[in-house]
């Protein structure tokens, strides 16, 4: 039961941290939708709308939403991106 709290914590820390990004990305018609959260704490996120497709989303991954989400949940080993 601890487990599963711990995971619904984690989760909730990096919806937090999503939704502090979200604004900047859908203001340039993107987005980004939270996947899923591994045991080893990767979290999974797919890129919407304009974000999908641009060339620079490698770089809003790694620059844009894994820098908020390291800073807000440290816990979180890495991020990717899924189809």
């Known amino acids: 039961m601890a487990e599963a709290t711990e995971k ?3 989760r ?3 919806e937090a941290a999503l939704a502090k990004v979200r604004p900047s ?3 340039d018609g993107g987005g980004v939708e ?4 591994t045991d080893d704490k990767v979290v999974e996120v797919r890129l919407q709308g304009a974000c999908k497709g641009c060339p620079m ?6 620059m844009g939403i ?3 989400l390291r800073q807000e949940v ?3 080993t890495d991020l990717r991106a899924v189809d």
Do not use: C, F, H, N
Not at 34 to 37: A, E, G, N
Not at 57 to 62: D, E, F, H, N, V
């Open 12 to 14: 909730e820390k990096v």
């Open 25 to 27: 990305l859908e203001a």
């Open 8 to 10: 619904q914590e984690l």
């Open 34 to 37: 939270l996947v899923d959260i």
């Open 74 to 76: 440290p816990e979180v």
């Open 66 to 68: 894994g820098r908020v």
């Open 57 to 62: 989303s490698q770089m809003t991954l790694a």
